[in-house]
């Protein structure tokens, strides 16, 4: 890699790694030590091709969703989210946004990783179902079909946010 080549990965690091991390911390189910190491893998990967890829974004989102898949697989034990219970007046709660957060990352993590997959890349990275379908490796019905289905075991897991489901159907 020569200079060049160098400033402009560098360049893309910098710029890219905060949406990267959050898109790790939703892929794995709210780890941020997980999220970073995942990152920092994917970018590893990214540079050993750096100069063959032509949309590192799309690339480097790729690696990351197909190396969460791996280690899911590989995982054979799953570690504990600690989370606060929710009050029953979460509704006029002024940390009812923080209360949501917390349900809606404990309602994601007992989704599959295909699920869990679908859900970030479609409607947290707000990617076209064409291009979530192109990074997963399936179909766009595929993509859809699994959103749908998702986006009802959320319902069921997690009725308190249903009202805040209602927006992404």
């Excluded at 899911?72 to 949501?100: C, F, I, K, N, Y």
């Excluded at 994601?108 to 409607?123: I, P």
């Excluded at 986006?151 to 159907?169: F, H, K, S």
């Amino acid at each position: 890699m020569d200079a060049a080549d160098e400033q402009r990965f560098r360049e893309f690091v910098a710029a890219r790694s905060p949406a990267l991390i959050r898109l790790g911390f939703l892929l794995t189910g709210g780890d941020q030590h997980a999220a970073e190491d995942l990152v920092q893998t994917a970018l590893a990967k990214l540079v050993t091709r750096w100069r063959r890829v032509e949309t590192p974004e799309a690339y480097v989102r790729q690696i990351m969703y197909r190396q969460q898949v791996s280690w899911w697989r590989t995982s054979a034990r799953r570690g504990e989210v600690v989370r606060a219970s929710p009050p029953e007046t979460a509704a006029r709660d002024p940390h009812h946004q923080s209360e949501l957060r917390l349900v809606l990352r404990s309602a994601l993590a007992r989704l599959t990783a295909r699920q869990r997959a679908v859900l970030v890349l479609r409607y947290f990275e707000d990617l076209p179902e064409q291009e979530v379908a192109q990074v997963m490796g399936c179909s766009v019905g595929t993509v859809r079909s699994t959103a749908h289905r998702s986006l009802a075991r959320l319902r069921e897991i997690a009725p308190e946010l249903a009202q805040d489901l209602e927006v992404a159907t």
